[in-house]
């Protein structure tokens, strides 16, 4: 067995760890949002300040996004990989269809909730969650 | 698709794990398969069939 066969043996751990870390990275940024909006509200928070916060807010997740590409490229197998891909494939087919949905109708005067940045941000981590369990569900 | 990779697998006494560290691919995907969830593309058929020391269509039947 050679050394990039030996890597997959590890990829759900590797996995696993990688998802913990795109959650906690997400919620630095969300945690950063708030922030910079209560500091905005408040006027504690200069707009300068403001800037920079929401910049190294986003870092973490540029990181994780990095590693996500390396692990999907290098350490996860095929069906794992496959597994991946169709959840992120999941994802954005019914996100762009959504959020037309929602522009639409906000823009037709039409009731609809009120998204905040966070809301904008978990949806698609939300959708790839669910797009993962069903192509799990598909090939377990 | 079936297959006889459980059938092969039993033959030897290797567990799944075993396998899957044979093939360099996690024991989820041979478990998948075994059950012929999922079917491997070329590249890993081929090593499964270097592994069992067979032809790809004395191990995969796809008409199963």
Same mark, same amino acid.
């Given at each position: 067995?050679?050394?990039?066969?030996?890597?997959?043996?590890?990829?759900?751990?590797?996995?696993?760890? #990688?998802?913990?870390?795109?959650? %906690?990275? %997400?919620?630095?940024?969300?945690?950063?949002? #708030?922030?910079?909006?209560?500091? +905005?509200?408040?006027?504690?928070?200069?707009?300068? +300040?403001q800037l920079l916060?929401g910049?190294?807010? +986003? &870092?973490?997740?540029?990181?994780?996004?990095?590693?996500?590409?390396?692990?999907?490229?290098?350490?996860?197998?095929?069906?794992?990989?496959?597994?991946?891909?169709?959840?992120?494939?999941? &994802?954005?087919? #019914?996100?762009?269809? #959504?959020?037309?949905?929602?522009?639409?109708?906000?823009? &037709?005067?039409?009731?609809?909730?009120?998204?905040?940045?966070?809301?904008?941000?978990?949806?698609?981590?939300?959708?790839?969650?669910?797009?993962?369990?069903?192509?799990?569900?598909?090939?377990? | 698709?079936?297959?006889?990779?459980?059938?092969?697998?039993?033959?030897?006494?290797?567990?799944?794990?075993?396998?899957?560290?044979?093939?360099?691919?996690?024991?989820?995907?041979?478990?998948?398969?075994?059950?012929?969830?999922?079917?491997?593309? $070329?590249? $890993?058929?081929?090593?499964?069939?270097?592994?069992?020391?067979?032809?790809?269509?004395?191990?995969?039947?796809?008409?199963?």
């Amino acid at each position: 067995m050679n050394a990039t066969e030996s890597r997959h043996v590890d990829a759900r751990a590797s996995g696993s760890r #990688l998802y913990g870390l795109y959650v %906690l990275a %997400l919620a630095v940024c969300l945690i950063g949002n #708030l922030v910079m909006r209560q500091g +905005a509200q408040g006027g504690w928070l200069p707009p300068a +300040a403001q800037l920079l916060l929401g910049l190294v807010a +986003a &870092a973490p997740l540029i990181v994780a996004a990095f590693l996500f590409w390396r692990l999907l490229r290098r350490d996860l197998d095929e069906m794992l990989q496959r597994i991946v891909l169709e959840g992120l494939a999941f &994802a954005l087919v #019914l996100y762009i269809p #959504l959020a037309a949905l929602y522009v639409n109708l906000r823009t &037709a005067g039409a009731w609809t909730p009120r998204l905040d940045p966070p809301d904008i941000l978990l949806t698609p981590a939300l959708l790839v969650c669910v797009g993962i369990a069903l192509a799990i569900r598909r090939y377990r | 698709m079936k297959n006889a990779l459980p059938v092969l697998r039993a033959e030897r006494g290797w567990s799944q794990a075993d396998l899957a560290e044979r093939l360099g691919v996690s024991r989820q995907t041979v478990n998948s398969l075994e059950r012929g969830r999922y079917d491997p593309s $070329l590249p $890993l058929a081929f090593r499964i069939a270097r592994t069992f020391d067979r032809r790809i269509e004395d191990i995969f039947d796809p008409e199963g």
